[in-house]
Structure formats: C-alpha cells, structure tokens
C-alpha cells in the first residue's frame, strides 16, 4: 500500500460521518414526527438501520487493508476475492440487507420532511440525491460521489443550526419564557 497512513484516515473519516450523521438522522425524524409521525418512524429507523452496515463495512474494509500490510499485496487479495461474499454481504447477510435499507428510508423521510414543511423542493431533492449513493465493502468511490455528500451537508447543516439556537419549535421542551433564563439554559437537556 503506498501510504497506509492516508487510508486509516479515509476509512475513520467515512467511519466518523457514519457517527455523526446518527444525531442528525434522529433529529430531522423529530422535526418530521411533528407532522408526519409514521414516515419520520420509518425514515428515521432505516436510515439509521443503513449506518450501522455502514460502520461494519468500514471495519471490513480496514481489516482488508491492514491484510496488505501484514501479508502482501497477492496473500491479502488472493484471501479477499476468495471470501469476498462472505466478509462483504456479512453473516446471515444482515449487513448488506441492513445497507439497502438507506434507500427506501431516505425517500420516506424526505417526503415526511417535504410534507411537513421542514424541507421545500429544492432541499427535497437534495436529500433525495444523498440517497442514492451506493454503498457496500471494497466499492470504489469516485470523484462523482462528493456533489452527493455536499447536498447532504447542504441539507442537514442548516437544520443543526436553528436547533442549536433552539429555532426548531417541534424540539423545543421549555415554554419560551423558560428558555429566556440567560446561562442556566446552557445545562439543561
């Protein structure tokens, strides 16, 4: 491998977005439910079942990695190719089912957030193009990708912000004269 270093830090990165697009999911789930309580449920839980698959693919792909390091390249690729569908698909094949379940959910949950306001078309649609995105162990991806992960980033950043100002009224716990109270606000949940 021509820099190891650069590929623990690709695979902990895409395993960091995993983690952290977790809050996220829940959150804009939250916001739907306001409106939309069955498609934020289903949207939000498969979105999230698909992160899971996700960090196990990660795991797959870092432990082929590391093979090339401690047996050579044609030992580490001889290894893979031949138990490919087993490592890549998982045991019971709970992983790859798990991963497909992004796609179905990341369209119930753009049309719960389209229908209850919380996205207009052009966010939708933005949404929508970060839910096609392939996923799975040893897929290449390409330059073509990144567009994808910045609509995502386009989409849900926004949101994360009105929540952290407390903006979001279907989040809100207090009543607004509550949340007026200056630096105690700062340590409740």
């Not at 306001?34 to 792909?61: D, N």
Request: with cysteine.
């Amino acid at each position: 491998m021509a820099n190891p270093a650069l590929v623990t830090a690709a695979y902990a990165c895409f395993a960091a977005a995993a983690l952290l697009l977790f809050p996220a999911v829940v959150t804009l789930a939250r916001v739907v439910a306001a409106r939309s309580p069955r498609l934020a449920f289903w949207g939000g839980t498969l979105v999230v079942v698909s992160l899971f698959a996700r960090l196990y693919f990660t795991g797959v792909e870092q432990t082929a990695f590391q093979l090339v390091e401690a047996q050579g390249l044609r030992r580490a690729t001889e290894f893979v190719m031949s138990t490919y569908v087993d490592i890549s698909y998982g045991p019971w094949r709970v992983p790859v089912t798990a991963s497909a379940c992004q796609y179905l959910g990341m369209l119930l949950l753009g049309i719960g957030a389209f229908r209850s306001g919380t996205f207009g078309s052009g966010r939708l649609l933005l949404f929508l193009l970060a839910g096609t995105l392939w996923v799975g162990v040893l897929k290449e991806s390409p330059l073509s990708d990144v567009p994808c992960y910045v609509s995502l980033c386009l989409v849900l950043v926004p949101l994360g912000v009105r929540v952290l100002r407390d903006a979001v009224p279907e989040l809100r716990t207090e009543s607004p004269a509550a949340a007026e109270r200056g630096p105690l606000r700062l340590l409740s949940w």
